[in-house]
């Protein structure tokens, strides 16, 4: 019988040795190309809380995932986002081989402490379960944002200096702000179908 208590990963740490990948580079902040994860074993417990805010671009993930009470299919490039504490629950079909591919950056709340993003990311919301639908990208959109992930590896992969967290915290913003932008974009696009749909 599975465990329903969901199953709590407090680092990032924590969170690379439940995947089974090297550890990280830099404790508060990673980024994770997904074909480097290892296949999802058949102990691993199907409900996760993170303790750190988690932002994925997945792709060919061939799995159902479960936020809050919504359920989500990763068959296409979407991204996903999730607040520290929110529950996230994997559904795998077993007799299927994973071919997942995408980035997945993750970033625990002390790396934005006392910061302004530590209070103005509350403000985006698609971090909250309200928003019940994944972010569809385009490929221009979606290269884009694999670019800011990318910078944001780099920078934290070079020698840390007084600059680095800064530099790191900018590229959040402006990944969040594209998000934001491709999101609305996405609630337009889908509103003139429907009235077109309704007409």
Known sequence: MKNIQPH???TISDFHQLRGLPKPE?????????????????????????????ISLKRNCN???????????????????????QVFGIEVDKDVILKRSGWLLLVHPDFLWNTALAKTIKKYEYFNYSVNEALFLSDKEETAIVGIMQSIQQEYHSNIDKFSQDIIIAQLELLLVHADRFYHRQFITRKITNHKILN
């Open 8 to 10: 709590r990963v407090k």
């Open 26 to 54: 830099h404790p508060l902040i990673s980024v994770i190309n997904l074909e480097t994860i290892k296949h999802i074993p058949d102990n691993e417990p199907t409900n996760l809380v993170f303790d750190f805010y988690s």
């Open 63 to 85: 799995a159902k995932f479960k936020y809050g009470q919504q359920q989500y299919d990763f068959d296409e490039g979407v991204m996903f986002f999730m607040s520290p504490g």
